[in-house]
């Protein structure tokens, strides 16, 4: 059996290769909690007690993912038990107003995505 060729436009593709990496629910809501803290900087448990319907495994595995890309700073202090913070990086903050603008478009077209569906 001859392997698959891969298409160059299928690896150029931005939805693809970058956005696919944290386009999910759980990494667009952990991204835009962390840039609405007052100090940026959250524990896991101030993470999962605002995504309380996200359940600690999968928020470990989107945090790892976060961190894996470079959109989010994990920070480990030395300590027992030990303490641990997360940050958006200089990365995950340039993707900010980028969220803020797709939050707004969901505000906005709310009714017609989600309401007008459940009718």
């Not at 993470?47 to 989107?62: F, G, P, R, V």
Request: one cysteine or more; a neutral charge.
């Amino acid at each position: 059996m001859a392997k698959q060729q891969i298409e160059p436009s299928y690896l150029a593709c931005p939805i693809r290769q970058v956005i696919s990496r944290f386009g999910d629910k759980w990494s667009l809501l952990v991204l835009y909690t962390l840039h609405c803290s007052e100090t940026g900087v959250l524990r896991f448990s101030e993470l999962h007690q605002s995504m309380a319907d996200c359940s600690q495994k999968m928020l470990s595995a989107t945090l790892k993912n976060l961190e894996q890309y470079h959109l989010i700073n994990r920070k480990v202090y030395p300590i027992v038990p030990p303490r641990v913070e997360y940050s958006l990086t200089e990365t995950g903050k340039s993707l900010m107003p980028s969220i803020r603008s797709l939050i707004e478009w969901a505000e906005l077209h709310f009714d017609d995505v989600v309401t007008k569906q459940l009718l």
